[in-house]
């Protein structure tokens, strides 16, 4: 299962679905209550970003409800949740193998056309942690960004921020990870 999704501005305006930071809904709640509620694939692949090591670890606040808005943080600190959520999982259910992966600034429609990674690249590392049997693919914990294992922010790996963001997470959406 790959979970796919970004969302940062759109119209250049703030998006909220009932005054919560749609980047959020997106990019974090809707990975994490579709793990929640499937049934254990082998493989679980999250789309984090590179932007993902400007996100601040901080939970007091996820939904952006208290402090002023800011897009470019809400979107960093979004990724720095599902990576973290990649590393959870990888820790909590070991017989899934599951990873974190930069795709790359590619010149999507949300990269845009100044993004300087290959588009033919941005695929790529998803797809072969997805249906490899190379022995680097099935390794779980990982952040991966073109094929190649990077360190993480240090929340990323981090067991008791991990712990602390499922338990956030959990009360949000009233869905317990099993």
């Given at each position: ?14 998006v ?13 709640l ?18 984090s ?16 409800t ?43 429609r ?6 300087t ?13 997805a ?32 712990d ?15």
């Amino acid at each position: 299962m790959i979970h796919s999704a970004g969302v940062y501005l759109e119209d250049q305006r703030v998006v909220t679905v009932d005054g919560h930071a749609r980047v959020l809904a997106v990019n974090v709640l809707a990975p994490y209550m579709l793990t929640a509620l499937m049934h254990r694939p082998a493989r679980l692949i999250y789309l984090s970003s590179m932007m993902h090591t400007l996100g601040s670890p901080r939970l007091d606040d996820v939904e952006w409800t208290t402090r002023p808005w800011h897009p470019a943080q809400a979107y960093g600190d979004s990724k720095l949740l599902l990576a973290a959520f990649a590393g959870a999982i990888a820790r909590r259910w070991p017989d899934v193998c599951s990873s974190a992966v930069d795709p790359g600034w590619v010149p999507t429609r949300m990269g845009g056309p100044g993004a300087t990674d290959d588009l033919a690249l941005g695929h790529v590392t998803q797809c072969w942690l997805a249906v490899s049997n190379d022995p680097m693919a099935t390794t779980s914990g990982q952040y991966w960004y073109h094929q190649e294992i990077q360190r993480p922010a240090d929340a990323v790996t981090d067991p008791e921020f991990q712990d602390a963001m499922l338990a956030e997470l959990a009360r949000l959406t009233g869905v317990e990870l099993p």
